[in-house]
Every structure is written in C-alpha cells, then in structure tokens.
C-alpha cells in the first residue's frame, strides 16, 4: 500500500502566482523536532511491503532546503536502524525558480528525491500566471534529472487563450504535461467555453499529428468506465484527501489535504483529519444532483478541497468549472473516435475498445449542445 506524509515546510513563496489559493499566510516554517514527530507517524503506519512517500510543500518548500536535508537525513537513517520498514521516496512540488548551484548539485546526489515543477506553458503564459519567473528556472536541468515526470501546468483566464501552445512548448521541450483548470477563479464567462474549445481542438489535430506522444491530463480520460458502469450506485474517487493523504501544516497538525488547512481554507473553518467523512467510493445519493444525473460521473474530476473552500460541501461543485468540465469530457469523446477512424487504437484490448466506444457514443449524445 501507498501512503503519502505532505509535509508543509513553509507558508512563505517567492512567487505571487495569480490563481494562488494559499491567501492567510502568516510566515510559518516547520522545524525539525515537528518533521520528526510527524514521521515517527509514519513510520509505526507502515509494513514491510508499503511504500511511505514523503511530500516536502509550501509556500515554496525550497526556501526551506537546509530543512530539507535534514529530513532526508533523518529518515535515511531511520531505515538503516531498521525503524523505517518499508520503501520510501522523496518527492517536493516546486516553482523551479531556487534550483541552481548547491541545490541542483545535490539533487544529483540524490535520485531518490523527485521534484515537480509548476510550469504554465510558453515564456508569456508562465510570466502572467507566475511573476514573470519563466527565466529563473533552468528547464534543461528538470528535463534531464526528470524526464518522465510531467510538468504541472495550471491555467488561469488570462492564459487559457494560449492553452494549446502551452502545451505544445512543453511537449517540444521534452515534458509530458499534467494540466488543469485553476481553482478558485471566476469561470462564469461563457466566452471562456468557446476558447477551451478551440484550444482543445488544436491540441487534438496536434496529437493526431504526432502519435508517439503521450497527451496532456486533459485529454487523457479514460472513457471506457462511461460505457462499462451499467447500475453503479458509486464512483470512484479522484485523490487520496482524507484517506491515503496525510498533510500537516507547519506545527504539525493534520488535515485531509492542504485545503483544509488554514492557510488555504478561505473563508471556511480549517477542518482537521477525521473532522470529515471521505467515502473510499462514494455513494451517488451524496452528489449534487446534476452530478447523480451525469453519465459523465466517473471521469468528472473533483476537487474536494477547493470545493469545501468555496461552499463548505466537499461533494457541491462549481456550477461554471461543471460546465466547462462537460466540454472537456466532450472534446475527450471527439478525440477518441478522431483516433479510431485514424487507426490509432490498435493497441488497445478489444473489450476496453468496445467501452470507450460506447462511453465516446454517449458523451457526444448527451453532451452535444
């Protein structure tokens, strides 16, 4: 089994990115005694077989790289002790823009630590999301220590008029691309679905043209559970917050994800771990019914933090970010029959074929308008 310790380091941040959901930062940084507390926890959590993934999180965690270290440290020596019985790895989610000399050197030093950078697209996108920080971060340096590890790439409404290229820059740059919607902005403009769906139908002539690499996050849904999930009364859910997540805040305390801390929670009260309920598979009767009623159900994502920070209801969805999660699901659809017609899916098991076929038919009926 997998378990992932987040590990907030710090709430401060170089950067002021646009759509950044962290508004009640007060300057707090973990020490090490609290570093260790926490992972005492993990350790006694974890059997022989599991593998303890260790989050380093901010504000930007390497503001806090001599900490850092020392977490390293400390838990190498851990499992030499044999007090840490399973396998284990490092992981931090950087802007990039602190990764030179000593830092790279010593991430080097270690390939047991992988790092994910946030990266918005072309040299435009990544300075109007993200400070104009695009000439601070050495691209080279994470395509080669991280080749198979995709770039995070986050988009706002100032930027999602250049979606495609953004993507496109990264794909020529070597970088698979994990992409998404930015939380917490207002999505209300209908304009704003008729971008997406230009954007979207130049990244699929894009990918139609250059079969041998992998499309982005936002057209990679997996339509086959669409046309396979017959009388479900659940769905799957879409990340580990509140169950295979553990995420403490700077002092230690945990909560389901960092969302729920109170640094990111907005408006609404922090919400510690087990103050809510997170179903392994959750029940439809929990939904927003036109989330019950939606035969695209199951490849909808969800973010349960950003939900609660704007409605307090972890299962309540914004009704804009609905909308345009509906053509993205729709523009999923077109995508896989373009591949079929253009033979591209010959690799695919025949039964996976025939329900994403089926879950492709009925997007495009019910999603059409």
Known sequence: MEQTYTLTLTENCNLACVYCYEHNRNGRTMNLDTAKAVLYQAFAAMQYDDLLTIDFFGGEPFLEFDLMKEIVKFT??????????????????????????????????????????SLDGTRQMQDINRCHSFDRIDLPFFHELYPKQPVKMTISDQTLEYLADGVIFCHENGFQVSC???????????????????????????????????????????????????????????????????????????????????????????????????????????????????????????????????????????????TLEKKIIYENACFFVKRWDAGMLAHLPENELRASLLGAKLILEQFAS
């Open 76 to 117: 190498r020596e851990a499992a030499a002790s044999g007090r840490l019985l399973s396998k284990y790895r490092f992981f931090a989610t950087s802007n990039g823009t602190l990764i030179h000399g000593d830092i790279q050197k010593w991430l080097r030093d270690n390939p047991s630590f992988h790092v994910g950078l």
């Open 180 to 322: 998404n919607l930015a939380y917490g902005i207002d999505w209300e403009d209908k304009a704003f679905i008729c971008l997406l769906e230009k954007q979207m139908d130049k990244l699929i002539d894009y990918y139609i043209q250059n079969p041998a690499i992998p499309p982005c996050s936002l057209l990679s849904r997996k339509l086959a559970v669409v046309g396979a999930k017959g009388s479900r009364n659940t769905i799957q859910r879409w990340c580990g917050a509140g169950t295979a997540m553990h995420t403490f805040d700077c002092d230690g305390t945990q909560y389901p994800c960092q969302f729920f801390m109170p640094v990111s929670c907005g408006k609404q009260q922090p919400v510690k771990q087990g103050e809510l309920h997170f179903y392994e598979n959750i029940p439809i009767e929990v939904l927003d019914e036109k989330c019950q009623n939606c035969v695209a159900n199951e490849v909808c994502p969800t973010c349960y933090g950003s939900n609660y920070v704007e409605s307090g209801n972890i299962y309540h969805k914004n009704d804009a970010q609905c």
